[in-house]
């Protein structure tokens, strides 16, 4: 059974940066396409970035591109998103995902394992 563990997130001010990590407890992370995504309140859940372990591709959203690193370190079994200059709107719960079989980054029904969830809060 793969579990997902996010930690990191907070409350910060506009501007100010975060890394969100995520613990994979399976054995095969290092076969685990991994995904980040994001649910504000009242809104649907949202891609963020995306990193493939078999190309090695990274994928991001518009709004991620330049301010957001999806980065993995297979020897830790962990996925992380580097967050700068955050801004109120990227408020939100974010979600890790993992899964062995992806044909669309960008899409959260091709991911099999979802974590809890780590709360973004940023003031402005």
């Known amino acids: 059974q793969v579990q997902l563990v996010e930690s990191g997130g907070g409350l910060v001010q506009a501007g100010d940066s975060l890394r969100l990590s995520c613990v994979d407890s399976?054995?095969?992370?290092?076969?685990?396409?991994m995904g980040w995504f994001r649910q504000a309140p009242g809104k649907e859940r949202e891609f963020v970035a995306a990193?493939?372990?078999?190309?090695?591709?990274?994928y991001y959203a518009d709004f991620s591109k330049g301010r957001f690193t999806i980065s993995r370190d297979n020897a830790k079994n962990t996925v992380y998103l580097q967050m700068n200059d955050l801004k109120p709107e990227d408020t939100a719960v974010y979600y890790c995902?993992?899964?062995?079989?992806?044909?669309?980054?960008?899409?959260?029904?091709?991911?099999?394992?979802w974590g809890q969830g780590t709360q973004v809060t940023v003031s402005s």
């Open positions: 995902a993992a899964s062995l079989v992806v044909t669309q980054f960008e899409d959260a029904d091709d991911y099999e394992y």
């Open positions: 399976g054995y095969t992370f290092s076969h685990h396409h």
């Open positions: 990193a493939s372990w078999r190309d090695s591709s990274i």
